[in-house]
């Protein structure tokens, strides 16, 4: 099941934390993430993507929790669902 929360992250921090750090872009939603789904046990970096045209960031962690391992976003767009399409795009045109 997919679950949109708003979260109240600066875009030059989420920008800079994205590219840079973005197991620290996590740790700024722990809280968030725990009180969902449970104590997380671990967090990889699955992959990233930034359209600059746009300005639409994606980062996709994949969080081992109590329930199992999910995917999980951060999106920053002024259109999610566009950038999601853009972000599966890319992904699949790296991954192939």
Do not use: W
């Amino acid at each position: 099941m997919d679950s949109f929360k708003p979260i109240d992250i600066n875009v030059d921090a989420l920008l800079e934390l994205a590219e840079n750090k973005p197991l620290e872009l996590f740790e700024l939603i722990r809280g968030i993430v725990e009180s969902e789904l449970g104590q997380v046990y671990d967090v990889r970096v699955y992959g990233r993507y930034f359209d600059p045209k746009d300005f639409d960031i994606v980062v996709e962690f994949l969080v081992r929790c109590s329930l199992g391992e999910v995917s999980l976003k951060i999106i920053h767009s002024k259109n999610p669902v566009k950038a999601l399409e853009k972000y599966y795009t890319y992904e699949k045109q790296m991954r192939s």
